[in-house]
């Protein structure tokens, strides 16, 4: 039987994802009552957290050292804010939420997740390489360090607080509590009131009924809102899009569940809070559709090598800097600028065998379940992955041939293929091949391609060795259609560095915090326009843990 709902807390968090954990605890562990709810069934803990690949930005690491990768302070700070591009009088908080967060990325942080249980995949991944100059935007050197679990392994330790603190009575958890408004009290936040929905056994991930039996009311001395962005509503994605990016998508696939709808933040702007940066948003154009989705138009992103040839709808290799890995926005506003929804990967089996990693804790067991002899055969030994190899026999995007003109034909059967200029394809895959048999090259990606290997860890587990992609030898042929991806929302909740909500006269409004992507990971977007990877579990951590100590101490 579910627990009675109850009257009071000293502190209420709205949002179980890994922000709102965070929070939970850290409010707790001072000593507080804390509330926690969601909307959605308790299986969903953990939120969109759970289902991330479980990559965290670290800055002169022992494992960067170990693996021969220089970076300091001064280069972090270089890369950020060149990515961030910060230019509005809205970044004034996100500038100092970034300047706190690399301070925290290059110290404390590390230590802090060690003394937690939390470990990493040596090998770091340089993720966001950028391709511009110095002071252009992109990661000098690699900083993706993977956590051994994934996204569950970064969850784990921050749920397993929450639990034992509800075990011992200072933290209630309360599912299928959706919030309808933020309760206000002569302008100071007193706490929440909204529906409780009823039970639901779907899977995590998957939608869950919307049928009301209920409602609830909640005093607290704080609230931290912590209910994420908008990646799972289409509509309110497409209303935010940027002029920058090109017109919306018609079609786009989803990078998270449904659950991330954005209503938190309407609801947090009515009671007072302060909305800023709404148009900036971090999508992939790496999607390919699930075969075996969770929820609705649900998408993959394939996280890419540095060799496959990119090429446009109708087949147009994409310019330089533009090579798989580089520049995520970059790349989205220039396929936007071309009219069309998708693109392509052209590749051979040797480079999908070495270079494609899927994003996303389930299609990474090996990591995911902390399984050594799995990770061995599935990273260092012949053969695709068992999760790519998955597409490669049922994926709806993936098409596989042994020559090239069988490839561009199945290319074109499938949905938006009849855009394709088969000529320009063979032009576009022969020319790049002929630039492999030299070691002198004119071609930017194959020079890149040289020059990553350079670097041990994309040798060892990242990089294929440059090869034609007709030879023989490396095929059998693959094509791949790539969608476009929701994820990320890079603005939000304006917050101070207390991780306190700010009004629209800039001050604090009482009682009222917010963490997570909610806040756009601090501050109301401390990202900018860009992102460098790994900051977005990296944000929630960062920001949960200031909102409830803040929260706390407050009381």
Excluded at 13 to 37: D, K, N, T
Excluded at 347 to 372: A, C, H, M, W, Y
Aim: proline content about 5%; hydrophobic content about 45%; overall charge neutral.
């Amino acid at each position: 039987m579910a627990a009675p709902t109850p009257v009071s807390t000293d502190v209420l968090v709205i949002g179980w994802g890994l922000s709102g954990l965070v929070a939970a605890a850290e409010a707790a562990g001072a000593g507080r009552r804390v509330v926690l709810l969601d909307q959605e069934s308790r299986v969903n803990l953990g939120g969109q957290a759970w289902w991330s690949f479980g990559g965290l930005f670290l800055v002169d690491s022992p494992e960067q050292r170990r693996m021969g990768i220089r970076d300091s302070a001064a280069l972090a700070e270089q890369d950020w804010f060149a990515t961030a591009g910060f230019d509005r009088a809205e970044d004034a908080w996100p500038r100092r939420w970034a300047e706190a967060y690399l301070h925290f990325a290059h110290g404390e942080k590390r230590a802090w997740l060690r003394a937690k249980g939390v470990r990493f995949f040596p090998v770091v991944g340089w993720a966001e390489r950028g391709g511009y100059t110095a002071t252009g935007p992109g990661n000098s050197v690699p900083r993706f360090h993977i956590v051994w679990g994934t996204g569950p392994g970064v969850v784990a330790p921050f749920q397993a607080a929450v639990e034992e603190a509800e075990r011992l009575g200072r933290i209630t958890i309360l599912p299928r509590h959706r919030v309808g408004a933020l309760t206000m009290q002569n302008g100071v936040a007193v706490g929440a009131e909204g529906d409780v929905l009823a039970a639901d056994d779907a899977v995590r991930g998957a939608a869950g009924t919307q049928e009301v039996v209920g409602d609830f009311r909640i005093r607290a001395g704080a609230t931290i809102v912590t209910s994420g962005g908008i990646g799972g509503n289409h509509d309110l994605v497409r209303a935010r899009w940027p002029e920058r990016l090109g017109a919306p998508p018609e079609r786009m696939l989803t990078g998270v569940p449904a659950y991330v709808d954005g209503a938190m933040l309407g609801t947090a702007e009515r009671a007072g809070a302060r909305l800023v940066n709404g148009d900036r948003m971090w999508h992939y154009v790496e999607g390919i559709r699930n075969h075996s989705p969770v929820w609705a138009d649900h998408g993959i992103r394939i996280l890419p090598g540095p060799s496959s040839l990119w090429l446009d709808a109708t087949g147009r290799r994409l310019p330089v800097p533009l090579f798989p890995g580089f520049d995520t926005l970059g790349t989205l506003a220039h396929l936007r600028a071309t009219g069309h929804d998708h693109s392509w990967f052209v590749l051979s089996s040797r480079i999908v065998e070495k270079e494609f990693t899927l994003s996303g804790s389930e299609q990474n067991p090996d990591l995911t379940g902390k399984d050594l002899p799995l990770l061995v055969r599935s990273r260092l030994g012949k053969g695709a992955a068992g999760p790519v190899q998955a597409f490669l026999d049922r994926g709806a995007d993936f098409v596989v041939r042994n020559d090239l003109d069988a490839l561009i034909d199945g290319m074109r059967v499938l949905p938006g293929g009849d855009l394709l200029d088969g000529t320009q394809v063979r032009a576009e895959v022969e020319a790049r091949d002929r630039e492999v048999a030299n070691d002198f090259t004119k071609d930017a990606q194959i020079a890149m391609l040289r020059s990553s290997r350079a670097y041990r860890g994309d040798r060892l587990v990242r990089t294929a060795a440059p090869h034609r992609i007709l030879d023989p030898a490396a095929g059998p042929l693959i094509a791949v259609k790539l969608h476009v991806l929701t994820r990320k929302s890079l603005g939000g909740i304006e917050t101070d560095l207390q991780g306190r909500a700010l009004g629209a006269d800039g001050g604090p409004v009482a009682g009222l915090y917010a963490a997570g992507e909610a806040s756009g990971f601090g501050g109301g977007g401390m990202h900018g326009y860009r992102a460098l990877e790994g900051t977005f579990l990296g944000g929630c951590l960062f920001s949960g843990r200031i909102a409830g100590r803040a929260a706390a101490a407050a009381l």
